[in-house]
C-alpha cells in the first residue's frame, strides 16, 4: 500500500467505520481525553494562552470514558489480529482507567501488558503547593495476539524531554521522539497505525518520518486546522473524507 498520512476532522465513532472492511490497523497510538477537565492557568503569552485551552468530553471520568469505550468499539473491528495499542492517562484518574479497561479491552482481544512511564525533565505545573510535582505521565500498554517484537525489549520507564510551552500547538502535545519509540517497538516500515483523539496531529507526523502510514482524526475544527498545518500533509487521501 502507497504511504497515506493525513489527519481527519470529524467524529472518530463514524469515520472508524471506513477502517472496517479492510482490517487493516496494526496500531493505535492516541491520547483520549482523560477526564480530569485540565487547564492550565500559567500561560502568559497569547500563543501560550492559546495552546492551554480545554479538550472536549474531558470533563468528568464518566464522560471520557464513555467517549473512549464507544470509539473504540467503532475502531477496534478494524484492527489486525496481532497488534499494539497505546493509551496515554493521568495519575488523577488512574484507578478509574485501569478499572474499565480491565474489563473493557479483553472484549476486543486486547490484554494489557505493561504501564509505561514517560519520565520528563521537569516536575510539570499542576499543584504547584504540592511539594512532589508530577514529572512524568502513564501509557496503558495493550496487546491482541502476540505480534513479534520489531525493537529489542525495552524497561517500561522511557525518558524523553516534554516540549517547552513555545513549542505546543495543542495543551496535550506529545512529543515525537517518545511517539517513534512506539512506533518502532510495535509496527514496521509500511504498517498503518491510527490515533482516533488526534489533537496535533504529532502521531501522524512521527509515523511519516518513519515511513509507516497513519491517520489521525479530530472532532475540534480548531485544533483540526493547527494540526493540519503542523502536519504539512501533502499526500491524497486513500480514504474520501
Given at each position: 500500500m502507497k504511504q497515506i498520512n493525513d489527519i481527519w476532522l470529524g467524529d472518530s465513532i463514524e469515520l472508524c467505520k471506513k477502517f472496517q472492511a479492510k482490517k487493516m490497523v496494526s496500531c493505535i497510538i492516541t491520547?483520549?481525553?482523560f477526564g480530569t477537565d485540565n487547564q492550565s492557568n500559567m500561560a502568559v503569552t497569547s500563543h501560550g494562552k492559546a495552546a492551554a485551552r480545554k479538550?472536549?468530553?474531558d470533563e468528568t471520568?464518566?464522560?471520557a470514558i464513555a467517549t473512549y469505550k464507544a470509539v473504540?468499539?467503532?475502531l477496534l473491528p478494524a484492527v489486525k489480529d496481532d497488534a499494539d495499542m497505546y493509551v496515554f492517562t493521568s495519575y488523577q484518574v488512574l484507578t478509574e482507567?485501569?478499572?474499565?479497561t480491565n474489563e473493557f479491552m479483553p472484549k476486543h482481544g486486547f490484554n494489557r501488558k505493561a504501564i509505561i512511564v514517560w519520565e520528563k525533565d521537569g516536575p510539570g505545573m499542576g499543584d504547584t503547593e504540592c511539594p512532589w510535582g508530577m514529572g512524568s505521565e502513564f501509557?496503558?500498554?495493550f496487546q491482541r495476539g502476540r505480534r513479534p517484537k520489531s525493537e529489542f525489549r525495552r524497561n517500561n520507564v522511557v525518558h524523553v524531554p516534554q516540549l517547552r510551552p513555545n513549542e505546543l500547538i495543542h495543551p496535550h502535545q506529545k512529543p515525537g521522539d517518545l511517539l517513534k519509540k512506539f512506533i518502532k517497538t510495535s509496527t514496521l516500515p509500511g504498517d498503518f497505525i491510527v490515533d482516533p483523539f488526534g489533537g496535533s496531529g504529532s502521531l501522524v507526523k512521527?509515523?511519516?518520518e518513519e515511513d509507516r502510514s497513519s491517520i489521525a482524526i479530530e472532532l475540534d475544527p480548531g485544533?483540526?486546522?493547527?494540526?493540519?498545518k503542523f502536519v504539512h500533509e501533502s499526500e491524497t487521501s486513500l480514504f474520501n473524507v
Open positions: 491520547d483520549p481525553p479538550i472536549a468530553n471520568p464518566e464522560i473504540m468499539n467503532s482507567w485501569l478499572v474499565m501509557i496503558l500498554f512521527a509515523a511519516r485544533n483540526y486546522e493547527i494540526a493540519r
